[in-house]
């Protein structure tokens, strides 16, 4: 967490920056049951949806203004991750956005990677695992 810091912080006197705290959850509708109480011999059916439904929500929280920006999306990908981060340039057009985030493979594609690499205005900043 120090490197990340003092990294941060080098660039700071360079650019004007943006540091956002940046995460993912994924929901599903897919029950979880793993005990219950009923009568002795009683039979119980959990009701199950015919369709397996989910969603991906990703979240960005800029530090100094205490901002949130989010996205839903129906999957969590390295596709949809980029598109997130679409989303977020034009809410900082002359700042360098940069960006702390977990160690999702997501967030560590080969797609992903090359697309920060040819972006100007963006910087990753992995915590460590």
Known sequence: MDESVSA????????????????????????????????????????QPKRRQSKTIFGALELQSQRMDWQQTPRGNAGTFMAFLHQLHPSFPDQLLVLILDNCSIHKSKKGKAFVAKTAWLELEHLAP
Not at 16 to 44: I, M, T
């Open 8 to 47: 941060i912080e080098s660039k700071q006197g360079e650019h004007d920056l943006a540091v956002l705290c940046v995460d993912e959850s994924h929901f599903s509708n897919e029950p979880y049951v793993q005990r219950g109480w009923q009568r002795a011999k009683a039979k119980r059916k959990v009701h």
